[in-house]
């Protein structure tokens, strides 16, 4: 067995037995696999081992590996595999990334999420799209402020070709799991609160190699995991 499926089967492991303990069906976590900086034949050979959905920060990198994994797929294996953005959006770069992903976890304000949907080609479906919350308050860090929250959900709820799904935050690293539990639960309230204004959101993306187990105690939906499943990476 290679070192990704064994990775991934460790990972697999770990979702597993935190599902379990917080109660909940292993089948309401989806492992988002964190493919950045590494090459498309480890992608390869984690689609190899049954993993189907792939996180991607740079878009360059990403556009060129997306192509490069679909001319490698035989058509029927590449059917279900699943891009989603997870890095930083700049306004003037909406365009590859409205045309090239499913799902975009790192919308925090309302022009980049108009243009993704201005840009979005209806023919390929809505576009599955997450908040990023700034959840621990860093003057330093993306995303919107909880505050913004309301207005920002409702907004981007009535774009015509945007799918708001929910919430994503990367909270402040912590290696307490009560600490790390705590940041999750600041962000599963708040969506807790959006549904309360009747918003239809299922999603929370959060937890990533060193803290999915409190993630998933606090009702995360998808999992970033990189390093986990990858192993070190060069840059970021
Ligand atoms: C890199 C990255 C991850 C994965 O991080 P690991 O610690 O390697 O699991 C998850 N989410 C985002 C937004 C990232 O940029």
């Known amino acids: 067995m290679s070192t990704i499926a064994a990775n991934l089967q460790a990972v697999e492991a770990t979702i597993a037995a935190a599902a379990q303990a917080a109660g909940r069906r292993r089948s309401s976590i989806q492992l988002l696999a964190v493919s950045k900086t590494f090459p498309m034949e480890h992608v390869l050979e984690a689609i190899a081992a049954g993993q189907r959905a792939f996180g991607e920060n740079y878009l360059q990198e990403a556009v060129e590996k997306i192509a490069a994994v679909a001319r490698a797929q035989p058509a029927q294996a590449g059917e279900g595999i699943e891009w989603h953005f997870i890095g930083p959006i700049q306004s003037n770069k909406t365009r590859p990334i409205a045309l090239n992903f499913a799902w975009v976890h790192t919308v925090e304000r309302l022009k980049i999420a108009q243009r993704l949907?201005?840009?979005?080609?209806?023919?390929?479906?809505?576009?599955?799209?997450?908040?990023?919350?700034?959840?621990?308050?860093?003057?330093?860090?993306?995303?919107?402020?909880?505050?913004?929250?309301?207005?920002?959900?409702?907004?981007?709820?009535?774009?015509?070709?945007?799918?708001?799904?929910?919430?994503?935050?990367?909270?402040?690293?912590?290696?307490?799991?009560?600490?790390?539990?705590?940041?999750?639960?600041?962000?599963?309230?708040?969506?807790?609160?959006?549904?309360?204004?009747?918003?239809?959101?299922?999603?929370?993306s959060m937890g990533m190699s060193g803290d999915m187990a409190a993630a998933i105690a606090e009702g995360a939906t998808i999992v970033r995991v990189g390093s986990a499943i990858f192993g070190a990476r060069q840059y970021d």
């Open 117 to 204: 949907s201005e840009q979005r080609p209806p023919e390929l479906g809505p576009l599955n799209v997450c908040l990023q919350v700034n959840i621990s308050g860093e003057a330093t860090k993306s995303g919107a402020m909880p505050h913004e929250l309301p207005e920002l959900a409702r907004q981007v709820a009535a774009l015509p070709n945007l799918r708001l799904r929910g919430l994503m935050a990367i909270p402040e690293a912590q290696t307490d799991p009560q600490r790390q539990r705590a940041a999750f639960a600041r962000l599963r309230v708040l969506a807790d609160k959006l549904r309360g204004n009747g918003l239809a959101i299922d999603t929370l």
